[in-house]
């Protein structure tokens, strides 16, 4: 049986799965639940706080929790290992591009029927455009029943070059008034040149980590993965 902690989930971009070892049940036949995440050092404690918080909100139904931390560069190979000897926990984390492969394989479980009996809606949240990358139904990711439920949100902070800044004579952002889009690609554009003189650019006006920034820009201008 699969088990969702649903009292830890809110909106966001790195997801729960669930899996399908069983831990069996306590002497008073409360289930047991193992749990498998990567974490930094600094947000492990907050990770098993929250867990702590959910058992002992379920403490009738759910006995042991049985939490495994790793490093992110270590999860998937732990995971692949798992999957092998047949022996996933009942929570996991789970990528976009592995939904179709994990559901295929049986390594996942539907969460539409859990959530519907339990009354939960997914309709207010924000980031229905990545929830949606977890759906599936059966022959395509992007639609269907959800397989998979977003835990957080994240938030990147922009710095600025303030040299730069002097140099080119641009005032400094105003965080009392923040840029519009428009206005952010104007001010990159006068830091974008050929500082050598060779006929390429080699100094740009921003930067950024594709992976996690891409979808902002993405939704933000209307556009969509998936057509």
Known sequence: ???????TLAFGSILTGCGGKDEGTTADERKNLSVFIFANDHESPIYKSMIQKYQEAHSDTIGNIDVQITTQEEYSKTLTGM?????LPDIFYVGPESVQQFVDN????NLQPILNELGITTDNLVAQEALNSYRYDGTKV???????????ASVFAYAYNKTLFDKEGVPYPDPENPYTYDEFVEVCKKFTKDTDGDGEIDQWGC??????????YIWSNGATFLS
């Open 83 to 87: 999957m092998t000897a047949k022996e």
């Open 1 to 7: 049986m699969c088990f969702v902690l649903v009292t």
């Open 106 to 109: 049986g390594y996942i479980e």
């Open 142 to 152: 992007g639609t269907g029943d959800l397989y998979a439920l977003p835990k957080d």
């Open 207 to 216: 930067g950024m980590a594709n992976q996690f920034m891409i979808q902002q």
